[in-house]
């Protein structure tokens, strides 16, 4: 499954605040957070099994996440949905990103999936089935699980934005304490839906909150190797500020050499 609620637009010096959590099988194994070679310079987690990502951030201040979708039927995806999100993440810039998801997904063949693009200049969500659509995402909270996106039907989205909303997140120190909280509720009653998903051979496996600003120095990455509400956040943030800054230097490079 997965959920993921996005934050956008709404707080000046932070227009893209993310609160993920990742559902998977306990015996498919990951790596946690780091910078991967090549560019754009991308900080994220590796599938093993898979060899892509479920969540990362480029150099260019770029977020890519996807969640599972249900689908009615399987759809045989030729390819891991991994690596698609990973192929995302070498694009420049969220409009780049979304032309790169569209034409991929118009020759090769996926599962379904639920893909959440944004950047400081435009966001995006894909839910791709046997056809794909574009959202636009709005200024405010966006979230989506294994349905459409803001979904009201779907419960687990609908206690996230509850929860998400009961006090005012206008700033990125309150979005991400709160968001840490909210995204670390323990399971309740069986059926009921919860934040942590805990079942016996699958469930929640990490979880992500991340602050990209206009600086570079300000962004947030933290990332709890396991449940929140059994593991710690750890601090990824200076990996996170690393390739910021060279993406700000390259940028800047370049522009005077034009």
């Given amino acids: 499954m997965c959920l993921l609620a996005l934050q956008y637009q709404l707080v000046p010096e932070s227009p893209v605040l993310v609160a993920a959590n990742r559902e998977e099988y306990f015996d498919r194994p990951s790596l946690a957070p780091s910078i991967q070679s090549g560019k754009p310079r991308v900080l994220c987690g590796i599938d093993q099994r898979g060899g892509g990502t479920w969540l990362g951030v ?23 949905r991994g690596l698609l999100c990973l192929d ?17 997904l118009s020759k ?12 400081a200049n435009a966001g995006f969500a894909i839910h791709s089935e046997e056809e794909h659509e574009v959202v636009e ?39 991400l304490a709160v968001a840490s909280k909210v995204f670390a509720r323990t399971p309740t009653l069986p059926g009921r ?20 600003g206009v600086k570079p120095r300000d962004a947030i990455y933290q990332f709890s190797t396991g449940a929140p509400d059994q593991a710690k956040y750890e601090d990824y943030s200076p990996l996170l500020r690393d390739i910021l800054s060279r993406g700000l230097r390259e940028a800047r490079t370049k522009a005077q050499r034009a």
Avoid at 108 to 119: F, K, V
């Fill in 58 to 80: 480029n150099q260019n201040g770029m977020f890519v996440g996807i969640c599972n979708r249900a689908t009615v039927t399987p759809l045989f995806g030729q390819r891991s």
């Fill in 88 to 104: 995302l993440l070498r694009c420049g810039s969220s409009r780049k990103a979304l032309e790169k998801v569209q034409s991929e």
């Fill in 108 to 119: 090769t063949r996926y599962e379904g999936c639920n893909i959440m693009i944004a950047d």
């Fill in 137 to 175: 995402l709005v200024e405010g909270l966006n979230i989506i699980g294994s349905r459409n996106l803001n979904d009201p039907t779907d419960e687990r989205v609908a206690m996230a934005r509850r929860l998400l909303t009961l006090q005012t997140l206008d700033s990125p120190v309150k979005f």
């Fill in 193 to 212: 839906p919860s934040m942590v998903v805990r079942g016996n051979d699958y469930g929640t496996v990490s979880s992500t909150l991340l602050s990209l």
